[in-house]
């Protein structure tokens, strides 16, 4: 699901509040975000039972969300505390929190030993017990620990005979051999599983830590999905994600199925790619700052990310295990590098008519100097060099962008009108304000489609319900995530113990006065999605702001409207005929069925196990064959400029290949460009 991490960058507060040395730390944390809500949230609700109440089931679900560790006893332990989390707040009494941690910590604890103890148990393959799946949200708590017990007892048998077909889905082999394969791969299994609840053990740097967090958390998502607690280095790397240049050692990693954690990407002109000594797939064994040291075993992926985003950690010694096995240290210090992940870059679409694309992943600013070098300048950029190459019209693909600075979002729109209003921002005040597009004139006046889906949120809506409301561009794909709300990050208080909020402290609204809160922008041609009813646009969640409308603009210079109902008449035809567009609706029932409406059992057994994943997946390659091989009629080339670019960087150009490749591969592209055709030959009609 995308980010919905946002910032304003109309006004950024600075909240401080007295931090008392003898104060117990999360009582700070806690009456300091309090009254930073009571004064800056666009909506802050009332200290009160309702929500105490709230708060409490979230902060239940923040602890244990799959319902695996907690038992129904606990929670009738935690109940007492329902109806009183208000009082606590208001009292600033902290004490409560103790008792999650312990009893957090106790039911790892009690997991671990009790799959340890499995490691000498002869288990059962033949049937006698039955494996039911349910989706996540049915899941219910243990009734005490007996069920505690059969449940590892089963998911270690199934993960066993997961691993096992996974390696060799020939079930014969795994039939005549099943006994010495079980008795290889059960301790790593079971060693795989205790991993896991370590990893949660050390998450954030210990239990404690992760319980009061998550209150926070909860606290904050009470009052919107969108508001939530930064320790220092979480709000370092929130905004690196929103910057173009980020100081960093220019290091990706993931862990992998045997809980390693590896190198998957090197940020080309970063300090790890000028070292030279690091590889993708090289292993992290540790990292060390100074006389601090995080070994990477059993750690999450964010947590070892944390560590090398931490603000002071500027020189880490990274001990890498080579893939020949030679280990060896690396010392790194960070350096200022171009995000690659926000990088725009232009490109021909070339037929019958020559065609611009650009993809545009987030709203990204600079924040030491906000007038400059964004993503409104970059696109301006690579706009400048598409003209050069006489394209007759424009793709702005901003699927899966989960939005970012509104001032971006606002001088990228002024850029495609020629001047007008582009937002109405209304503040917690209930005043609102204007905001313009202040330079007349445009930067391309030419027919425009732009690319939305479920995961374009913010930002991203911004910009495709101005150019909508302008009549300015054709919005094509499906309704977007419906987040009409900016935050700004705010202090704690004068000490960066306390940490940060980001909170929200506006809502957007479009030029007409309508809102797309929890509604998304609707696009004009609709097209059918992977991801239809996953349900994860914002009004599914929790505490979501309501949509709402506030005096529009009563006249702005739209243009003429456009042929939206003949386009989208030859966009059907062309779908109904179009097998790429029916495997995608397969595709999508294939993962409703079995990931999000799933409700089914069978016997625990081999040969149950098996049809049911290599169903699942014979099924899967089966319907996604024509997606991957679909390629476009249309060719794909880089603008001059940037192929000039290019011939001195050899990293690049292998980057930029697979760009290319992407495009022509891209169905969604494919139809984008069929419409902007067919909206080009409309208008020459005309």
């Given at each position: 699901?995308?980010?919905?991490?946002?910032?304003?960058?109309?006004?950024?507060?600075?909240?401080?509040?007295?931090?008392?040395?003898?104060?117990?730390?999360?009582?700070?944390?806690?009456?300091?975000?309090?009254?930073?809500?009571?004064?800056?949230?666009?909506?802050p609700?009332?200290?009160?039972?309702?929500?105490?109440?709230?708060v409490?089931?979230l902060?239940?679900d923040?602890?244990?969300?799959?319902?695996?560790?907690?038992t129904?006893?606990?929670?009738?332990?935690?109940e007492?505390?329902?109806?009183?989390?208000?009082?606590?707040?208001k009292?600033?009494?902290?004490?409560?929190?103790?008792?999650?941690?312990s009893?957090l910590?106790e039911?790892?604890?009690?997991?671990?030993?009790?799959?340890?103890?499995?490691?000498?148990?002869?288990?059962?393959?033949?049937?006698?017990?039955?494996?039911?799946?349910?989706?996540?949200?049915?899941?219910e708590?243990?009734k005490?620990?007996?069920?505690?017990?059969?449940?590892?007892?089963?998911?270690?048998?199934?993960?066993?005979?997961?691993?096992?077909?996974?390696?060799?889905s020939?079930?014969?082999?795994?039939q005549?051999?099943?006994?010495?394969?079980?008795?290889?791969?059960?301790?790593?299994?079971?060693?795989?599983?205790?991993?896991?609840?370590?990893t949660?053990?050390?998450?954030?740097?210990s239990?404690?830590?992760?319980?009061?967090?998550s209150?926070?958390?909860?606290?904050?998502?009470?009052?919107d999905?969108?508001?939530?607690?930064?320790?220092?280095?979480?709000?370092?790397?929130?905004?690196?994600?929103?910057?173009?240049?980020?100081?960093?050692?220019?290091?990706?990693?993931?862990k992998?199925?045997?809980?390693?954690?590896?190198?998957?990407?090197?940020?080309?002109?970063?300090?790890?790619?000028?070292?030279g000594?690091?590889?993708v797939?090289?292993?992290i064994?540790?990292?060390?700052?100074?006389t601090?040291t995080?070994?990477?075993?059993?750690?999450?992926?964010?947590?070892?990310?944390?560590?090398?985003?931490?603000k002071?950690?500027?020189?880490?010694i990274?001990?890498?295990?080579?893939q020949?096995?030679?280990?060896?240290?690396?010392?790194?210090?960070?350096?200022?590098?171009?995000?690659?992940?926000n990088?725009?870059?232009?490109?021909?679409?070339?037929?019958?008519?020559?065609?611009g694309?650009?993809?545009?992943?987030?709203f990204?600013?600079?924040?030491?100097?906000?007038?400059?070098?964004?993503?409104?300048?970059?696109?301006?950029?690579?706009?400048y060099?598409?003209?050069?190459?006489?394209?007759?019209?424009?793709?702005?693909?901003?699927?899966?962008?989960?939005?970012?600075?509104?001032?971006?979002?606002?001088?990228?729109?002024?850029?495609?009108?020629?001047?007008?209003?582009?937002?109405?921002?209304?503040f917690?005040?209930?005043e609102?304000?204007t905001?313009?597009?202040m330079?007349?004139?445009?930067?391309?006046t030419?027919?425009?489609?732009?690319?939305?889906?479920?995961?374009?949120?913010?930002?991203?809506e911004?910009?495709?319900a101005?150019?909508?409301?302008?009549?300015?561009?054709?919005?094509?794909?499906s309704?977007?995530?419906?987040?009409?709300?900016?935050q700004?990050?705010?202090?704690?208080?004068q000490?960066?113990?306390?940490?940060?909020?980001?909170?929200?402290?506006?809502?957007?609204?479009r030029?007409?006065?309508e809102?797309?809160?929890?509604?998304g922008?609707?696009?004009?041609?609709?097209?059918?999605?992977?991801?239809?009813?996953?349900?994860?646009?914002?009004?599914?969640e929790?505490f979501?702001?309501?949509?709402?409308?506030?005096?529009?603009?009563?006249?702005?210079?739209?243009?003429?409207p456009?042929?939206?109902?003949?386009?989208?008449?030859?966009?059907?035809?062309?779908?109904?005929?179009?097998?790429?567009?029916?495997?995608?609706?397969?595709?999508?029932?294939?993962?409703?069925?079995n990931?999000?409406?799933?409700?089914?059992?069978y016997?625990l057994?081999?040969?149950?196990?098996h049809?049911?994943?290599?169903?699942?997946?014979?099924?899967?390659?089966s319907?996604?064959?024509?997606?991957?091989?679909?390629?476009?009629?249309?060719?794909?080339?880089?603008?001059t400029?940037?192929a000039?670019?290019?011939s001195?960087?050899?990293?690049?150009k292998?980057?930029?290949?697979?760009?290319?490749?992407?495009i022509?591969?891209?169905?969604?592209?494919?139809?984008?460009?069929?419409i902007l055709q067919?909206?080009?030959?409309?208008?020459?009609?005309?």
């Amino acid at each position: 699901m995308p980010s919905r991490l946002t910032i304003s960058l109309f006004s950024l507060f600075v909240v401080a509040f007295g931090f008392t040395q003898n104060s117990d730390l999360f009582c700070s944390q806690l009456s300091a975000l309090e009254r930073v809500v009571a004064n800056n949230h666009y909506q802050p609700k009332t200290i009160n039972d309702s929500l105490s109440s709230n708060v409490f089931t979230l902060f239940i679900d923040n602890l244990d969300e799959n319902k695996r560790l907690f038992t129904e006893s606990d929670i009738k332990t935690f109940e007492v505390d329902r109806f009183e989390i208000d009082e606590y707040i208001k009292l600033n009494t902290c004490g409560f929190i103790d008792k999650y941690t312990s009893t957090l910590r106790e039911r790892i604890s009690n997991s671990k030993e009790i799959i340890g103890g499995l490691a000498t148990e002869s288990f059962d393959y033949s049937g006698k017990d039955t494996l039911r799946f349910k989706p996540e949200h049915t899941f219910e708590r243990f009734k005490d620990e007996a069920a505690v017990q059969r449940y590892w007892s089963k998911r270690i048998r199934f993960e066993i005979i997961r691993t096992l077909i996974e390696n060799d889905s020939v079930i014969e082999n795994i039939q005549n051999n099943f006994k010495t394969l079980e008795t290889e791969i059960k301790p790593k299994i079971i060693q795989k599983e205790i991993c896991k609840l370590e990893t949660l053990e050390n998450r954030l740097g210990s239990v404690d830590a992760f319980v009061k967090q998550s209150f926070l958390n909860a606290f904050l998502h009470y009052q919107d999905p969108n508001s939530s607690f930064f320790t220092p280095t979480e709000k370092e790397m929130f905004e690196n994600a929103l910057s173009n240049d980020q100081y960093s050692f220019g290091i990706s990693t993931t862990k992998t199925n045997n809980g390693d954690i590896i190198i998957t990407h090197i940020t080309p002109g970063s300090a790890a790619f000028h070292d030279g000594n690091l590889e993708v797939n090289d292993i992290i064994k540790s990292l060390k700052f100074n006389t601090e040291t995080l070994e990477t075993f059993c750690v999450s992926n964010e947590d070892v990310t944390a560590f090398t985003n931490h603000k002071d950690h500027d020189t880490i010694i990274f001990k890498i295990k080579k893939q020949n096995g030679a280990v060896m240290d690396i010392e790194l210090t960070k350096t200022v590098t171009k995000t690659e992940e926000n990088a725009v870059t232009g490109f021909v679409l070339e037929d019958d008519t020559r065609l611009g694309y650009i993809n545009i992943p987030s709203f990204y600013s600079n924040f030491e100097s906000p007038s400059g070098t964004g993503l409104a300048n970059d696109v301006a950029k690579e706009l400048y060099q598409l003209k050069k190459e006489n394209i007759e019209g424009l793709i702005i693909d901003l699927r899966f962008n989960g939005g970012g600075s509104m001032k971006e979002a606002a001088d990228l729109s002024g850029m495609f009108i020629n001047r007008g209003p582009v937002s109405i921002l209304k503040f917690n005040n209930g005043e609102t304000t204007t905001i313009k597009d202040m330079n007349r004139g445009a930067l391309f006046t030419k027919p425009i489609v732009v690319l939305v889906n479920n995961y374009s949120a913010s930002a991203s809506e911004f910009f495709a319900a101005t150019m909508q409301d302008y009549n300015r561009a054709v919005i094509v794909g499906s309704t977007t995530h419906g987040k009409a709300s900016a935050q700004v990050i705010l202090n704690l208080g004068q000490d960066e113990q306390l940490g940060f909020s980001k909170l929200t402290v506006e809502k957007f609204y479009r030029v007409t006065g309508e809102s797309h809160q929890s509604k998304g922008v609707i696009p004009d041609i609709v097209l059918p999605n992977l991801y239809d009813d996953f349900n994860t646009q914002e009004e599914y969640e929790p505490f979501a702001l309501d949509n709402d409308s506030v005096d529009g603009v009563r006249k702005f210079p739209k243009l003429r409207p456009l042929p939206i109902e003949t386009l989208a008449k030859n966009s059907q035809n062309r779908i109904k005929d179009n097998i790429v567009f029916s495997a995608i609706q397969d595709l999508n029932q294939l993962i409703l069925d079995n990931y999000f409406n799933v409700d089914s059992e069978y016997l625990l057994t081999l040969e149950n196990v098996h049809d049911d994943m290599i169903g699942y997946r014979t099924s899967w390659k089966s319907i996604n064959a024509p997606i991957e091989t679909h390629e476009s009629d249309f060719k794909v080339k880089n603008s001059t400029a940037t192929a000039i670019l290019l011939s001195y960087d050899t990293n690049k150009k292998d980057i930029n290949q697979t760009l290319i490749k992407d495009i022509k591969n891209d169905i969604f592209i494919d139809e984008a460009h069929a419409i902007l055709q067919d909206l080009l030959d409309l208008n020459s009609l005309n």
